[in-house]
């Protein structure tokens, strides 16, 4: 029996385990070549990766240090007394292997495997593998198989009213944060719109980090409950909530790999409004040269993907294309978009019109789940929402009741110009780019990083004049976004 | 910049960097989430998976940790100023996303991927999505270009002598140890055989740990090239020359993810063929019920693939199949085996028969490259110099050379017998199951661990009579295998 050790070393995503080399009767190395150990204490285990210390100040022989993740998965105290073994890998691998030779996995089969990775059991190597041989062929039963399971692993929100509405982009537009106007439009309307969100992981910014700008997102679930029970609505954080876990280690994994199957995407994102309790959902699918999707013979594989499966699911479902050419607004950054987003529900001047636009037509289609509403109506009831101020007040009462940040934040005061190499106007505006050079400036982690868009496709720029400008919150940041943004500003000017 | 500070924790294969959460002017959880950076010095960089650390002791600010892997790869001092950025992926790895897509790739893309993997630029993760894509679809001609490059890659060892003879086993048989009876009877006759050998990744012993119970097998390559020039031969671990170091980190991901298609394991065996300077290779393939081969028809195949990618590569191959059924000899474990060799080459009488019959069988095949021998001549020639003590006194001066173990190791003195439960005859041995109670016994870190198998296939046993003997060096070891073996014994007895 070991001793357990909290070691303050963070892993994320892994659980990582530290044995002294020598001393505790069992060959550390010998552990450390299967690369997993099972750790099991009164009435809990865990799987681990070993890691080997040699350092007795760390750690002392007769115990076993557990790294932040491990140690709060495992839930058991300081010195409580534990056994390792070599992890018997999961059943559920021999599914994985079979699906690596070319089978088609059933049902049961793929509930094996997403439990097991939902339950933090798979290494990311493992995930990877799973991942790569999706990717090679998934039939449409095993994505919907793959979409139940993951929707039912985890927490289920549950909401009273029968339409429970819900709008989702597929992402990869910078700037795109329509979310945050269409939720207070519906919200005013009087439709239920529970909308949790997540945070970026390779983008500058997610809903649940430019709403953190103006208020608190992250809430339980009994605040969550009462937010909407009073307001219709609420923009908060999905992470707290638990809602299908199992696709959250997926996309630890997708993410660095850059697996981006409509698979994947499909069984993602509908997992997530499944669970959330959401009956009717509109899909935003910008198309672009630069965007997730290329091409309308993509999105048109990818929309009837999405109808299959959530039919299949008794989810109603509406899926718009839109133009992913460009950033949308003029932020990019959470401090930045939340600036254009506040000035479109203000009706200001300034307002960026496409992201007013935008948000419009896509409330519009949201409000025509209301029964009530004629078809076609939708979009001239987003408008008098927005235009009488109503929609502005509803975001108030959002921003009021999760709890409104009391010091405003302002844009990074570390700034640098991107001007334009000649006279001519804009043709093309990289949204890959444009999303890298903000995040090497420090978004979303740094509230205040970002870009700020001057021109957009279309108008005419003179040689040097600015095309964006970068904010940072550090000089180191601002001098990495620098470097590459002089190598490749993502922007094309044609003279 | 930051200060390098070595931290004693082994994550072994991986590189591990560490840094404060606060206080670096970095945001140490943003680096974290792109799981790999880039730590670069005054003339040398590497990239590493990152872990945050909350402890004051282990790190101070303005400091990096630097984990054992990353701090020898790295080879800078402690003090030394680095910076770190988000790791650029390498470019080869859109060449492994175009693999996933269903691609095949040309030469140049497989050696830029193999580059990089020998360099540790790619994660397990990573790895295992090559792996997994590979495994999908792999052409004839990715397969050739994989061998060459894994070959190219690392040391090549290079001798005088026109012909240089090896053999190899694809493995999987427990107690398989031919090599330590062919390799003397060979240097005996006057051929050039150099054999470098792996240790156990996942079976109870390779040639590598079974010669270590004997002899010195860690020598650098100018003490293996002296060995060889005085006796034809040497019996060394392969490890320490770096001959096709990426077929080192391949395997690291592929037994754990127990992937082991024909194609990987051709390019495995052959790339450290082709490095270690082969010309002429026996390849031994055991065909059995619980042997990596299954089937006459797959062994066929895989001699197939073996000979064609030999052939482009200018190897001169000869292929054996032979029986796979069950363990050969009597010891599981680098003690136990190294035990039945020297029997064996002693000429013992209790010498086991079928280990004995096997290393003169190959003996044989290795000695036909001799052009002097006429075809045929080459078993009697083996049979010749075991049985007149030649072979045993090449085995001793090898030992001599290498550095003979002064102290003799014993098998493990905590000890258990499996009995037979019925009174009947052996009908069948599990391979895999024998080689994971050997394992789990603490072979073949502990030396004296293993399995004396005491009666084999064909042999007629009475209820209780001892099938075989766990020998273990730790208590712990002794329950870990007798807990497997008394729920599955890997013996099935026909009464």
């Given at each position: ?442 978004a979303p982690m740094d509230k205040g990083a970002g870009i700020d868009l001057l021109h957009k496709v279309g ?37």
């Open positions: 029996m070991l001793k357990i050790r909290r070691i303050a070393i963070d892993t994320h995503p892994e659980n990582t385990a530290f044995l002294l080399r020598k001393g505790n009767g069992y060959s550390a190395e010998q552990f450390q070549a299967l690369r997993k150990i099972r750790i099991a204490g009164a009435d809990a285990s865990i799987l681990a990766t070993l890691a080997i210390a040699d350092d007795l100040e760390l750690l002392g022989p007769g115990e076993i240090g557990l790294g932040e993740q491990a140690f709060r998965r495992l839930g058991l105290p300081e010195g409580a007394e534990v056994s390792i073994a070599q992890a018997q890998p999961p059943q559920s691998l021999e599914y994985v292997r079979r699906k690596i030779d070319g089978d088609t996995l059933d049902d049961t089969e793929i509930r094996a495997i997403i439990g097991d990775i939902a339950c933090y059991r798979y290494s990311p190597m493992e995930i990877g593998a799973f991942l790569v041989a999706c990717a090679g062929f998934m039939s449409t039963q095993e994505t919907l198989a793959l979409t139940r399971t993951m929707a039912e692993i985890g927490s289920q929100l549950k909401w009273t009213s029968p339409v429970v509405v819900d709008k989702h982009c597929i992402g990869g537009i910078p700037g795109n944060r329509t979310s945050m106007i269409v939720v207070p439009i519906v919200a005013a309307h009087g439709l239920i719109m529970p909308k949790t969100s997540s945070r970026a992981i390779t983008s500058p910014s997610g809903t649940a980090d430019t709403m953190e700008v103006l208020a608190n997102v992250d809430l339980s679930e009994a605040e969550l409950q009462a937010v909407v029970e009073q307001e219709n609505a609420v923009l908060a954080w999905g992470g707290r909530v638990n809602l299908s876990p199992a696709d959250d280690v997926l996309i630890s994994v997708e993410r660095p790999l850059r697996i981006d199957t409509f698979e994947q995407m499909v069984a993602s994102i509908l997992s997530k409004k499944l669970a959330a309790g959401s009956t009717h959902l509109v899909i935003d699918i910008p198309v672009g040269p630069s965007a997730k999707v290329r091409s309308e013979r993509e999105a048109i594989r990818l929309r009837k993907l999405f109808e299959y499966i959530a039919h299949r699911l008794g989810l109603t479902l509406d899926v718009v294309m839109t133009d992913g050419s460009q950033p949308v607004g003029r932020g990019i950054g959470p401090v930045l978009e939340a600036r254009d987003v506040m000035a479109v529900l203000r009706n200001n001047d300034d307002a960026p019109a496409d992201l007013r636009e935008r948000a419009l037509m896509l409330a519009g289609r949201v409000l025509e789940f209301d029964p009530e509403l004629k078809g076609g109506a939708g979009y001239a009831r987003a408008m008098e929402l927005l235009g009488s101020g109503q929609a502005l007040a509803a975001m108030e009462r959002l921003i009021a009741k999760q709890g409104k940040r009391e010091t405003p934040l302002e844009p990074g005061s570390f700034q640098h110009h991107i001007g334009s190499p000649v006279n001519g106007t804009i043709a093309a505006i990289d949204c890959h780019v444009i999303a890298r050079i903000a995040r090497l400036a420090g108008e005419r720029v003179r040689r040097g004049e600015a095309l964006y400008r970068i904010h940072a919150e550090s000089q180191a940041g601002l001098a990495f976004a620098r470097e590459l943004a002089e190598e490749t500003s993502g922007y094309t000017v044609a003279p």
